[in-house]
């Protein structure tokens, strides 16, 4: 901010010696209004309303982007959720099948065989989604029929 506060107070001093220096009086005329000021008074209020203006644009633009990557912050933190979950979900299953975090294989002797089976079941049963419809159970129809005429 001292880096602000030193251009500002710069830029001050070099506006009041450029109004001091020019000290004609001119006549100022807009739509039906009429003024008569010192030249350099006028030029440094045209500049300084220049700088308001283009604040006020640079303004809306910051907020634009602001804005934007606001919106990317909250897809993000949302997909990174959904991955944590996932990895949550994977570390328990493979705990179920007796492995550590670090996929080292760790005999429990209380992981049957049948809990292991329950897990991996768990694991097809999320990953594969139940087709439906009548096409469906015409193809599996079909496929039964060719399994029984190799048998």
């Not at 694991?123 to 009548?134: D, K, L, Q, V």
């Amino acid at each position: 901010m001292k880096s602000y506060i030193v251009g500002i107070a710069v830029a001050m001093i070099l506006s009041a010696v450029y109004a001091l220096s020019n000290t004609d009086e001119i006549t100022i005329k807009f739509l039906d209004l009429r003024m008569t000021l010192r030249q350099g008074i006028w030029e440094i209020i045209v500049f300084a309303l220049g700088v308001l203006i283009m604040w006020i644009i640079s303004l809306c633009a910051s907020m634009e982007v602001y804005i934007k990557n606001r919106k990317k912050t909250k897809e993000l933190t949302k997909r990174v959720t959904q991955l944590e979950d996932e990895r949550t979900s994977l570390l328990a299953t493979l705990r179920g099948f007796g492995w550590n975090d670090r996929g080292e294989d760790v005999k429990h002797e209380k992981n049957t065989e049948a809990e292991r089976d329950a897990a991996a079941e768990n694991i097809f049963s999320r990953s594969m989604p139940e087709p439906a419809g009548e096409e469906y159970d015409a193809a599996a129809a079909g496929n039964k029929d060719k399994e029984k005429s190799e048998i």
